[in-house]
């Protein structure tokens, strides 16, 4: 069954300027909008005419109109008997590739940074010690001890008493998400995820053949809907926000409500741009072990470095070792005594990713300010890129045009759950300023000459 919008909580999303005329098309044009951005998930039972034309203040008939138009333009979908419910037009997905480099391109779809700067000695002290494994099988399938005592004190330095036992290390993040998805879900299951949300996610979620649904704005009303729920609390990718220590607790209350699972990303999470203050990890608020958290060394050290890891209870870490033996069997122990290496001196690497990307942040924006000022976005605290709204209705003309001039672009069609986010890009500031700089100037010398998108392969982004 589609899920509900009340009227309330719709007219609350809808932002009409009062002197609006012809009223209706303003209506179903921010409604649009809404759907773009992600805020009004695809699927959604919108409220009958009536009922909305009350919570708006406006006629039944010019909500009728609304519904008219955008049923023609594809963006509602009604069958008798069941009411309106909001889509999206029918349109080409963007194939999901990798990213490839050395192509010429600057590349401003890839949020990833060259190695910080601890990296190199950390990789001779794990070369002079590494002499000291050989004579182990080189398998451990829940992860060296050093590191997963490592990792299990940096939670508890945050605020969430960590044992060892509860840390599995994964080959990055994306494989703690696999394992996660092949335990916990069956064909069909039902996915929360933001919307816009971060895109190798959304391809996760279909690989295991679960169905992925948006929430949009909407997560904890949405969370009767699914069995687990997929967050980015922390400097959000593609979006760069931070979710307020309020808002996580109610999102943990409502999962335990309703009996959902929560998986946890914070990839991004200890890469602050801007001196805020962090609200503790998700997990402070977990009283009944529904709250799974996934980490990486990639953002904050070095994407090379392939070594992520994940939290949960020490059951939960046993039958994930258990199931990745018939997957990769174990991490690699050179990787791991790298990162182990690293982690003594974190809150270094922290001051320098965020010396680095302020000033790229900051050139960024500037540039964006002076050539393209017609592009709004949220300044981002934390993490890696801009999530920037275009002045048209779709990023692909620019995406193609700014690939003839050089630059890759990421559109917002990748991070939005059924397609949704068609009108932004996400911009990477991971880049030294003259790069960006240089990039910003060339997609605003693309803009005059964009044209339809003929051919649609482009390369997925980090």
């Keep these: 069954m589609p899920r509900h919008i009340a009227p309330e909580q719709l007219a609350r999303l809808l932002h009409v300027p009062p002197g609006a005329r012809p009223y209706y098309r303003a209506l179903a044009e921010a409604l649009r909008g809404r759907l773009h951005d992600g805020a009004i998930p695809v699927g959604v039972r919108l409220p009958a005419e009536r009922h909305l034309a009350t919570a708006l203040g406006v006629s039944r008939t010019t909500v009728t109109a609304a519904y008219d138009l955008l049923k023609e333009q594809g963006y509602v979908t009604a069958r008798q008997g069941s009411g309106s419910t909001t889509a999206l037009p029918a349109g080409g997905d963007t194939p999901w590739t990798i990213p490839v480099p050395g192509?010429?391109?600057?590349?401003?779809?890839?949020?990833?940074?060259?190695?910080?700067s601890g990296v190199a000695a950390a990789v001779e002290n794990a070369a002079a010690g590494y002499h000291r494994h050989l004579l182990g099988i080189g398998y451990e399938p829940v992860g060296l001890l050093a590191l997963r005592e490592a990792v299990a004190r940096r939670y508890t330095d945050r605020g969430v008493a960590t044992r060892p036992e509860q840390i599995l290390i994964t080959p990055g993040s994306q494989q703690a998400m696999h394992l996660l998805f092949t335990l916990l879900l069956r064909q069909g299951d039902p996915v929360l995820l933001e919307s816009p949300t971060y895109a190798h996610a959304i391809q996760c979620v279909r690989l295991h053949g679960a169905r992925a649904v948006a929430a949009g704005e909407l997560m904890e009303s949405s969370l009767p809907q699914a069995?687990?729920?997929?967050?980015?609390?922390?400097?959000?990718?593609?979006?760069?926000?931070?979710?307020?220590?309020?808002?996580?607790?109610?999102?943990?209350?409502?999962?335990?409500?309703?009996d959902v699972t929560l998986i946890c990303d914070e990839t991004w999470g200890e890469v602050a741009v801007d001196d805020v203050v962090m609200p503790p990890p998700l997990a402070r608020w977990d009283t009944d072990n529904r709250v799974i958290t996934i980490g990486s060394a990639s953002k904050l050290w070095w994407g090379g470095?392939?070594?992520?890891w994940l939290r949960?209870?020490?059951?939960?870490?046993?039958r994930l070792s258990v199931l990745r033996s018939g997957i990769d069997l174990a991490t690699?122990?050179?990787?791991?005594?790298?990162?182990?290496?690293?982690?003594?001196?974190?809150?270094?690497?922290?001051?320098?990713r965020r010396a680095w990307l302020a000033t790229s942040r900051d050139t960024l924006m500037a540039e964006l300010a002076e050539h393209l000022p017609a592009w709004t976005y949220p300044k981002p605290v934390g993490g890696g890129s801009?999530?920037?709204?275009?002045?048209?209705?779709?990023?692909?003309?620019?995406?193609?045009?700014?690939?003839?001039?050089?630059?890759?672009?990421?559109?917002?069609?990748?991070?939005?759950?059924?397609?949704?986010?068609?009108?932004?890009?996400?911009?990477s500031y991971c880049h030294p300023p003259h790069v960006l700089a240089d990039a910003v100037r060339r997609i605003a010398a693309a803009r005059p000459g964009m044209a339809p998108v003929t051919e649609n392969r482009l390369t997925m982004s980090l």
């Excluded at 010429?104 to 190695?115: E, Y």
């Excluded at 949960?312 to 046993?318: F, K, M, P, S």
């Design 332 to 352: 690699a122990v050179f990787d791991q005594l790298v990162v182990a290496d690293l982690f003594p001196q974190v809150e270094e690497a922290r001051a320098e």
């Design 386 to 427: 801009i999530w920037a709204k275009l002045d048209v209705p779709s990023a692909a003309p620019m995406v193609a045009a700014a690939a003839a001039q050089g630059v890759r672009l990421a559109p917002g069609r990748w991070f939005g759950v059924d397609g949704a986010s068609e009108g932004y890009l996400r911009l």
């Design 227 to 258: 069995k687990v729920a997929y967050v980015l609390p922390d400097f959000h990718n593609p979006t760069g926000s931070l979710m307020g220590a309020e808002e996580r607790a109610a999102l943990v209350a409502a999962a335990r409500r309703h």
């Design 312 to 318: 949960g209870t020490a059951d939960l870490v046993e």
């Design 103 to 116: 192509d010429g391109m600057i590349p401003l779809h890839v949020a990833s940074m060259p190695a910080a």
């Design 305 to 308: 470095l392939r070594v992520g």
